[in-house]
């Protein structure tokens, strides 16, 4: 199906985009290649306080240019550009073997956890990292994936809609999703 391209459609008019952080990557000659968005989330810690970091996705890059780098450089320039814009943190749902290239961690080692999994698990697929150093010193909470990201389950029908303007394509496991 196309969900993430419904979710990246629909995006751009949710509160929690951030523009500036909202890249593509072009080929001179092939075109666009690549992609990634990033999106205002925030970690409710254990004190109460409800902590401003990003989350970012989805982040794509065309088939026949995967596994050359792309995709780590697209995502290693917008994480300088978060950083630089003065973001503190970014945490994600994700493979650590790809993410760990661009410096993520599984986030309970930040001490951050997952909210549909058990508070004590590692959860393999929940990363996180700061963008600036100490940022989530003496931190422990809780992320929550943002409602934007639920749009195509909280609009079924919009949802089917855009769907049904594109081919079908068979689904697909690629090399680097987690199983």
């Known amino acids: 199906g196309c969900t993430e391209h419904y979710v990246l459609h629909c995006y751009r008019n949710n509160p929690d985009f951030i523009s500036d952080l909202d890249f593509v990557m072009e080929i001179e000659g092939v075109g666009i290649i690549g992609h990634v968005m990033f999106s205002k989330a925030e970690i409710i810690s254990d004190d109460g306080r409800h902590v401003p970091i990003l989350t970012f996705g989805p982040i794509s890059i065309a088939p026949e240019y995967k596994r050359r780098g792309y995709g780590t450089a697209l995502l290693r320039h917008a ?62 909470g809780t992320y929550h994936t943002p409602q934007g990201y639920y749009v195509a389950m ?26």
């Open 79 to 140: 994480l300088a550009k978060a950083a630089a814009l003065g973001y503190g943190a970014v945490f994600m749902e994700g493979n650590l073997d790809f993410y760990r290239h661009t410096g993520f961690v599984l986030a309970s080692s930040l001490h951050i956890h997952y909210h549909a999994e058990p508070r004590e698990s590692e959860v393999p697929y929940f990363l996180g990292q700061e963008l600036e150093s100490g940022y989530l010193e003496g931190m422990e």
């Open 154 to 179: 909280d609009d079924p029908t919009g949802f089917e809609e855009y769907e049904a303007g594109f081919p079908p394509k068979e689904k697909l496991a690629l090399p680097g999703q987690l199983r």
